[in-house]
């Protein structure tokens, strides 16, 4: 059996007669913006919910990154207040404002020991996928599946199929698990997982802390595929251990005996199979409107030209028309206007850390209108701090702001101007994702924070 | 949300002729700041459909509308089938983007492909999603192009779209969205009926892993 058909076995409740599992599910994970629709069919249905303690809101996706916290968008402010009244009334864990433990939800759930390994995790958010580098089964929900988990704390699914990226050898200096993301959906597609559940593993995922583990199950979304897992072993354990949540004493060990199990058998069947080098990969960025549109950073911007006439041809014209872009023109003569360090993707302290390194000693660039670090939790902007980080960024030139889900999507004040390009280390760079008519590519922060000191895209390879 | 029952219907078909079409397209985030199920109909598309920046609360019928997009064209106005190239819905989980449409006055998108959680979200909402091969999705886009006012019959029932030249194409639906779209359905419901089966699976698994159920009763 594989990762997948193990977690799958373990939750499953029953088969209902209309041929759908009924899956069981460990934890929900809860924000403002997908649940309040769900609450309130609840209520209208005059339902109650099923297992309150299987449920952790965080306060994320809206919220101001600025130092005060202050809202003044009555509608954000009274999407917050629908989660406050709904947690509260229901008594629901939430990690509201102000709160230590606050985050973004796939920061804050592996974190706090929230999600651990061998759990089905879901949240109504695409990214859950995070979760899966735990070893665990993640993934995003609808509206109506909160809805449905919210009242029976189950899930009626039909089984995707298993798919195995294997990546071997040892990623170069200043490349990582972003680059392998990345480079990946470029590969695979934006549709090439679809159907799926994704089990990374080599010798290259194994060689990845778990931050970047969570990095890459992070971006299977966008592949299409349903979930990305991480089989389970050493640096799990060691991750999940002492969190604030993990089981302990006894319980700890029984525990681990029963995550040691969560791997596959040797020779399990996986409906596909894809294969990559690690060694040869160089840095990656996006240059278009989707993340397959993606390059390597000594590449240029496509030509549509060399694409036969068709509906791929003219998609490429449109996403170079969209991010302003002449082709032929090399990715390292790109100027951002803006540097954006944060999101789910990479707002961990290992990302911070990475970035900083680059940043050390050196100015952003006088081109960059705004760049800002927006940590992924208020732990980690406090370890951060402790570490020096905090102070590297800001002497630089950064803005050092407080966690949410900021620029990666726009709901706070935080997004891009009509026009404006972006560094973004964030996992979506869809037209108007950031920002209306904001341009945006995705690299790491290694090569966010490069391109942030260089005033353009730059091999951060050239500056370690 | 159980939908109303729907069997057969003809309707006037609107080519978006992109592949990928991503939900942040669908419905922007500046929407998704509403605690309601409703006023999404009128953002649909919000970015492609508009020339000016809208945000929550403006009155969308005074923006300047973009007349180069297909929905703006009054060749279309009246298209309740949206017609599409594949992985139609991909990125954000929002289930906004379903509402949006259904809200809009769309029935069912025709496309080869859908992504995952999009599809989910439209079977639970009863918007059907017709799947049918890339060369027969290029022969409707040819046949939309051609002829003024072209509409498609879907036949729910027997699985089955027709075009106006009377040539047939069937489709695949899950048993429990064909159900839904047929006869309504509240699925949770009828997952609670089987709420003794749910209590057992917890029992079982509080003495298995008893570290995930430290509120067991
Ligand atoms: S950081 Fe971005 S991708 Fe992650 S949960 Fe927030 S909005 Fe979603």
């Known amino acids: 059996m594989t990762l997948y058909d193990k977690l799958w076995e373990q939750h499953r409740v029953m088969e209902l007669e209309d041929g759908a599992t009924l899956l069981y599910i460990d934890r929900h994970l809860v924000h403002e913006v997908t649940s309040p629709q769900a609450f309130e069919g609840l209520r209208l249905a005059g339902r109650k919910i099923w297992r309150a303690g299987r449920i952790l809101a965080v306060e994320d996706h809206i919220v101001p990154t600025t130092a005060d916290r202050e809202m003044h968008d009555p509608a954000a402010i009274e999407q917050i207040q629908a989660l406050r009244d709904n947690c509260a009334q229901a008594d629901i864990a939430l990690y509201r404002l102000g709160d230590a433990r606050q985050g973004i939800v796939h920061v804050t759930g592996p974190e706090q020991g929230a999600c651990l390994p061998g759990m089905s995790i879901v949240c109504g958010d695409s990214h859950t996928s995070t979760n899966g580098a735990l070893g665990a089964l993640a993934f995003g929900i609808g509206t109506s599946e909160v809805e449905c988990v919210l009242a029976t704390q189950c899930l009626p699914m039909h089984k995707a199929q298993n ?14 698990a972003k680059d392998l993301a990345l480079a990946l959906i470029g590969r695979m597609g934006t549709a090439g997982g679809t159907g799926h559940v994704i089990e990374y593993a080599g010798s290259a995922v194994r060689g990845l802390d778990m931050e970047g583990r969570m990095t890459l199950c992070n971006m299977s979304i966008e592949s299409g595929a349903r979930a990305g897992m991480v089989a389970v072993d050493d640096v799990t354990v060691d991750y999940v251990r002492g969190r604030p949540l993990a089981p302990t004493g006894a319980a700890w060990e029984a525990a681990v005996d029963a995550w040691r199990q969560l791997v596959p058998d040797p020779g399990a069947h996986f409906a596909r199979e894809f294969c990559m080098d690690a060694r040869t990969l160089a840095p990656q960025l996006t240059w278009g409107t989707n993340p397959e549109m993606v390059v ?33 023109t090399p990715m390292q003569e790109l100027r951002p206007d803006k540097v954006f360090i944060g999101s789910c993707t990479n ?65 706070n004040p935080d997004r891009l101007q009509p026009g404006e390009r ?32 260089a005033g353009h895209f730059v091999d951060v390879r050239e500056f370690l | 949300m159980p939908a109303s029952a729907v069997t057969r219907f003809s309707a006037c078909v609107a080519p978006l002729d992109r592949p990928n079409v991503d939900t942040d397209a669908i419905v922007p985030k500046q929407y998704l700041k509403s605690i309601r199920r409703t006023g999404f109909g009128a953002v649909l598309f919000d970015e492609w459909r508009y020339l000016d920046a809208g945000e929550p609360g403006d009155d969308h019928g005074k923006r300047r509308q973009n007349p180069d997009f297909v929905l703006n064209q009054s060749r279309y106005r009246n298209a309740r089938i949206l017609l599409t190239r594949e992985n139609f819905g991909c990125g954000s989980s929002r289930e906004h983007a379903v ?61 089955r779209l027709v075009d106006p030249a009377g040539h047939e194409h069937s489709f695949a639906l899950d048993a429990v969205v064909r159900r839904r779209l047929l006869h309504g359905l509240d699925r949770i419901g009828e997952i609670l009926r089987h709420r003794e089966v749910i209590r057992a699976y917890e029992q079982r698994r509080s003495v298995q892993v008893p570290w995930l159920f430290p509120d067991a009763t």
């Open chain 1, 347 to 411: 707002a961990r302290i290992a990302d911070l850390r990475a970035a900083a390194q680059v940043v050390q000693g050196r100015r952003v660039a006088a081109n960059i209108r705004q760049a800002m670090v927006v940590p992924g939790s208020v732990p980690v902007r406090l370890q951060a701090e402790q570490e020096g980080l905090a102070q590297l960024f800001v002497d630089a030139g950064f803005e050092w702001r407080e966690p949410g889900c900021s620029m990666c999507l726009g709901m």
């Open chain 1, 296 to 328: 390597s950073i000594h590449d240029r911007v496509p030509d549509p030209a060399e694409l036969p006439q068709g509906p791929q041809r003219t998609h490429m014209q449109h996403a170079l028309e969209y991010m302003g872009l002449a082709p032929g």
């Open chain 1, 163 to 176: 798919m195995r990226v294997q990546v071997e050898g040892n990623f170069g200096p200043g490349v990582g």
């Open chain 1, 422 to 453: 972006c560094a973004s280390t964030s996992n979506r760079n869809f037209e108007g994702r950031q920002g209306r008519g904001g341009r945006t590519h995705l690299l790491s922060p290694a090569m966010a924070a490069a391109a942030a000191v």
């Open chain 2, 99 to 159: 509402w949006a449409l259904q809200e809009y006055g769309f029935r069912a998108v025709v496309a080869p492909s859908f992504a995952d959680i999009f599809a989910t979200n439209a079977d639970n909402n009863g918007l059907l999603l017709i799947r049918l091969e890339v060369a027969v999705v290029e022969s409707l886009f040819a046949g939309v192009q051609a002829q003024q006012g072209y509409s498609l019959t879907v036949d729910v029932s027997q699985q």
